[in-house]
């Protein structure tokens, strides 16, 4: 299995060791670190260069934008010349927490989406209360594979999502008991266009909500997702490590 969205430099009970060892010990074989503060940018570099199985993507969230200056371009081009530099992200628009900025958040997205295109590599996207601005963006701007990051729109969106370049990836909240969207959406998703993650330390699957969440718990999301569409969990864990691949 792939956990394709942990921020493990921000589990606060587990050292990296220990986490990665979980992970390997529970059939996790790679895991993906996504920058989210400006600061995450060099800890991200460093974990992929000290760890086999751990890759990275690198970008500022857009919650943390407010924080950015434009030295950290020629920062995230440079890094992206290693292998291990898998994605930008994660990437996107939040007006949830705070509309004071959303235009700053636009210009950022969009100055990220085209390091991505320049690099030829994929972007993950975090999308909360802003589909129509961030789905807009998108269609103008976006030229390499997307990824849905935590998806946790509707049906509807999820369809439009699909018509693009792109995988839907599924967290935790899919396992939680009030997800009305999820089921019909995983129902409705091709497993070919599946992907899943923890997006740990947050948002801990069922049956251990309430712990900090690590990379080792995917397996719950997957489980989740061969519940819902009937599949073998085996054939599908190998069709979705495909998919990320
Ligand atoms: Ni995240």
Redesign the pocket.
């Known amino acids: 299995m792939i956990d394709t969205?942990t921020?493990i430099n921000c589990i606060e009970e587990l050292s990296i060791d220990k986490i990665i060892q979980n992970a390997k010990d529970n059939g996790v074989e790679k895991l993906i670190v996504?920058a989210?503060y400006p600061s995450d940018i060099d800890i991200v570099a460093e974990l992929v260069e000290k760890y086999e199985n751990v890759y990275g993507l690198l970008g500022v969230h857009p919650s943390e934008v407010k924080d950015w200056d434009d030295s950290l371009i020629d920062k995230i081009k440079e890094y992206s010349i290693s292998p291990k530099i898998v994605g930008i992200g994660?990437i996107g628009l939040d007006y949830y927490w705070d509309k004071s900025f959303n235009d700053l958040q636009k210009e950022l997205f969009i100055k990220q989406i085209q390091i991505a295109n320049e690099h030829n590599l994929p972007i993950s996207i975090?999308m909360r209360e802003s589909t129509k601005d961030c789905m807009d963006i998108l269609k103008q701007y976006a030229k390499t594979k997307i990824i849905f990051?935590?998806f946790s729109g509707s049906k509807e969106t999820m369809m439009e999502c699909l018509k693009m370049n792109s995988m839907i990836s599924f967290a935790g909240p899919i396992t939680f008991k009030n997800a009305r969207q999820a089921p019909e959406c995983i129902k409705a998703c091709p497993i070919n266009r599946i992907i899943t993650e923890t997006?740990s330390p947050y948002l801990t699957p069922v049956p251990f909500r309430g712990k900090e969440n690590e990379p080792m718990y995917v397996e719950y999301v997957a489980k989740k997702i061969c519940e819902i569409k009937q599949l073998d969990e085996s054939n599908a864990c190998k069709q979705i490590e495909e998919n990320f691949n």
Do not use: G, Q, Y
């Open positions: 969205h921020h996504p989210a994660e975090h990051h935590c997006d």
